[in-house]
């Protein structure tokens, strides 16, 4: 499904990765770079907090699990960020108040152990109508 959502990302989105612990917001990343044409292995970007990697666009990963406060969101340099490229923050519901209109992914756990129900929100319409175009999923994603 990430695969799928690299070809409706443009320059300068920003998509915020929600779910349990383990329940595979790197994976997503992981999928949406090999969308984007990322040659480099993508990891968990939790004790650097950001990583940068080249493709069709830029993918900025970012993780702020271990952000405490809203002001520590500074040091981040969003604005900067957000001005090429694609930029994923994992955990980002944390940070909310300070970002501009997103696409949230919500990862949750499924029945069996390798399942996962994804929901896709946002209010910005142009999401909404890029979203409306992808309709289908595949099978047998891995990381």
Known sequence: MAERLAAVVADGDLIVLA?????GKTCFTQGLGRGLQVA??????TFTI????????????LDVYRID?????LDLDLPELLESGVTVIEWGE???????DHLVVRIEFGDADDDRTLSFESSDPRWQER????????EGASC
């Open 19 to 23: 779910g349990d612990l383990g329940a």
């Open 50 to 61: 950001h990583s940068q990697y080249r493709g069709r666009l830029t993918l900025n990963h």
């Open 40 to 45: 480099d292995r993508i990891t968990s970007p």
């Open 69 to 73: 406060q809203l002001e520590d969101t």
């Open 94 to 100: 944390q940070i909310d108040p300070v970002l501009p």
């Open 131 to 138: 979203l409306a175009g992808m309709d289908g999923f595949g």
